[in-house]
């Protein structure tokens, strides 16, 4: 039995929901893929927070401590770009490997990212960056390796799928939809990385790059803050409903991307994913039409989609191939 210790980057609520999903599964993966996956450190802003049924020694407020402790995988779940980033260099460059859900850092860094595991012969987990459980990311790399991808679409932010489902179902103004959202904890103090699409436009990015290559030939982002109930009432009317749909398809010289909302006829499949749920329409030219559809945020579904990156490289520490 191969021991597999991680040196842990946050607890908030995904790290937290990592930290609980290893305690329950821990036995079961050590039969099922024959490696003990441990938590080392962990790193927080604040030590003095309670965080009940955690040994309170993992903690560490020093990010170089952790990183630099000889753990096998570090698992970055602090979010946002800079410190992250930071954090995730390091690792690298010690020849760490990195398991993240950080959409934001590798939609900014995301090649620099991958050049440097590849130098450094280590690989870079990133299942949990696009649409928290759904395992849209391994399907691509690996399930649809065979077949030629046409055109991904989805509905790839919750936050707008929840504020555009409450406006047509309960006849809600976009600014009273979203304060519910906020209420229910679905949004954001601060809405306007999900309602002005940039957040959408972040996973497409990742799902475009890896379907389709990295050169983006037009990018088109619209949010969804405009969204009036006269338009989702019209939609309705004609036997619609406003969706908030990221599109990414081949084009001359590259792939061509776009954030937009788009009134879907009642029968499309992305019609039916309600509240905040996530869904992604992927046609290949071999398979044809598929969907996938789930929750695609919140502490456990994106922690189980981190832990089985943080197996995949514990059952294969030799594979050192970022992008396979
Ligand atoms: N939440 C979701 O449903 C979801 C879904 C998909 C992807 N993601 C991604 O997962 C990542 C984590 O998100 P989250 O929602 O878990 O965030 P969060 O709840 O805000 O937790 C962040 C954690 O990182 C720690 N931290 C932040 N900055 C730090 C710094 N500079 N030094 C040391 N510790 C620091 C915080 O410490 P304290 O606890 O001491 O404050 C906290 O434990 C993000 O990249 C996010 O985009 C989240």
């Known amino acids: 039995m191969r021991r597999i210790n991680i040196g842990l980057l946050g607890c908030g609520t995904v790290g937290r929901g990592f930290v609980d999903l290893l305690a329950r599964e821990r036995e079961r993966i050590r039969g099922r893929d024959g490696v003990d996956i441990a938590v080392r450190r962990i790193l927080v802003r604040d030590a003095g927070k309670s965080r009940p049924g955690i040994d309170p020694a993992l903690f560490s407020t020093s990010a170089i401590d952790i990183i630099d402790d000889g753990c096998d995988i570090i ?64 399907a691509l790399r690996h399930g649809l390796a065979g077949d030629r991808i046409e055109s991904i679409s989805g509905i790839l932010n919750g936050t707008c799928n929840y504020i555009l489902t409450r406006m047509e179902q309960d006849d809600l103004e976009f600014d009273d939809a979203l304060r519910l959202a906020q209420e229910r904890g679905f949004a954001e103090a601060d809405p306007s990385l999900d309602v002005g699409g940039d957040d959408a436009a972040q996973k497409l990015r990742i799902l475009g790059e890896l379907a389709f290559g990295p050169q983006v030939v037009r990018m088109r982002v619209h949010g969804i803050a405009d969204v009036t109930r006269a338009e989702v009432e019209q939609a309705r009317a004609r036997r619609g409903v406003v969706r908030h749909v990221a599109t990414a398809r081949r084009a001359a010289g590259g792939v061509e991307m776009r954030v937009e909302r788009r009134e879907l006829p009642e029968f499309h499949p992305l019609a039916a ?42 059952s294969e520490p030799n594979r050192t191939r970022v992008l396979t």
């Open 75 to 138: 698992v970055e779940l602090v979010g946002g770009i800079h410190s992250a980033g930071a954090f995730v260099r390091r690792a690298l460059a010690n020849g760490r490997h990195v398991v993240t859900a950080n959409k934001a850092l590798l939609a900014e860094a995301g090649r620099e990212l991958f050049a440097t595991a590849e130098r450094n012969h280590v690989r870079i987990g990133f299942e949990a960056s696009v649409c928290g459980g759904i395992p849209i990311i391994r």
């Open 273 to 314: 994913v309600r509240d905040e749920n996530n869904a992604i329409v992927v046609r290949g030219r071999a398979v044809g039409e598929m969907m996938f559809q789930g929750k695609g945020a919140g502490s456990l579904p994106t922690a189980a989609a981190v832990l089985s990156d943080v197996i995949e490289i514990a």
